[in-house]
């Protein structure tokens, strides 16, 4: 009987967990689109064991001050809708690549250039890619 609600218990968690992740989700990709990032996308990570975080999300933004504004907006909307504040987050002195980690979830707002220099949805081309429309 122990072992059952063992069981019970994890499979809560996790979907207690995959729940959280979606909520985090949307509210990051909202919140890039309503400061006009441009070319959101999702990596959904889950299924390749040496990935860092379940999903990643990337955006750029063309200029430093709109890297800023969706670096900014999105802590806000997580924190505010979510109730959650990254574990992590750096990039701020140069803005050309702002990484903000929330654990399960990692966000990228790049400039176009370092994004195209870096290439991380061909790093993790194992990946599933999702694109996210205004």
Known sequence: MEQLAILTNRKKN???RLTKN???????IHAIQDKK???I??????????????????????????????????RKEVNDLCEELPYHFEGYQALQWILID???VVVHIMHPES??????EELWND???EEHDH
């Open 127 to 129: 990946a599933v890619l």
């Open 115 to 120: 994004r195209k220099f870096y290439r991380l």
């Open 22 to 28: 979606a909520k985090i989700l949307k509210t990051i």
């Open 41 to 74: 996308t999702s990596l959904d990570l889950r299924k390749i064991p040496e990935a860092v975080a379940d999903f990643f999300i990337i955006c750029d933004a063309p200029s430093t001050t709109q890297v800023k504004a969706i670096a900014d907006n999105i």
């Open 14 to 16: 996790s979907v207690t």
């Open 102 to 104: 929330y654990v399960n």
């Open 37 to 39: 990032g441009e070319n």
